[in-house]
């Protein structure tokens, strides 16, 4: 009598193919990433010990590892990450200092997404404090490093909790909050008069009486009300919004700052940086 076979039997799968797809990568809680992928019907499965530095709403290439029957999600690991979502990320500082000069950070990110602490040196500490509520941007992350390196580019101010709360909402959807050098240096080009022969083309209103409706401390005054009344005892009321394409012109480096990636965010997408009135 034969000897029964006491093995069971291994659940059937596709044979792996060695192909790459590209996607979002959605990471829980847990840990766990999703990659979203277009026309694709499921998403791709990505354990968190291969997500090799994809942090939550990158753009990723993911090799395929195992692929499975019925439609089930397959499963892969992280090649490349091709586009990070967030740069800029707020949190808190730990710092150790034992007063030998070469004192070091910790930055814990305020996140409901797993991530690990990024490492800044003393150098790029730019006046933190420990415990201190700070912006620290992510410089680089090298392949199987633990942790990226980063630096300090803004300590918050503790009593401004709307400013704090603003600020995080913009980092969190991938906006920066400052302005790349070329785009300031081309901005401070910019002249202050605007030339009569501009003027003649527009249809001159200064004669009427018109208010800013920004706050005394916005980044720019560019939407303003007027009032006047007209003769035939009606009242006009004047809506002017600032033309933004005067100043950022097509393939200039003010445009691309405001449609590149990690363009800053100030309320405005088109905003012209330096806050001058526009």
Known sequence: M???NSKRRKKEKHPVHEHTVKGVVDITRSGMGFVIVENLPVD????????????HGDLVRVKIREEKKDGRRMQGVVSDVLRRKQTEFLGKMEINDNGDGKGFGFFVAESDKPMPDIYV??????G????????????????GGKRPLGEVVSVLDKE????VAMKEILLEN????EFPEDAME????IPDQIPSSEINKRKDVRDVLTITIDPVDAKDFDDAISFRSL????????VHIADVTHYVLPGSKLEAAGHGDGRPAGGHAARAPGGGQS
């Open 160 to 163: 401004d909790s709307n400013d």
């Open 186 to 189: 081309e901005a401070s080009r």
């Open 2 to 4: 034969g000897r029964k």
């Open 174 to 177: 991938g906006f920066s909050l």
């Open 231 to 238: 003769k035939n005892g009606n009242y006009e009321i004047g």
């Open 128 to 143: 933190a404090k420990d415990h201190d509520r700070v912006i620290v941007r992510m410089l680089e992350w090298e392949a």
């Open 121 to 126: 040196p003393k150098q790029n500490l730019n």
């Open 44 to 55: 791709v499965i990505v354990r968190p010990s291969d997500l090799n530095t994809a942090l």
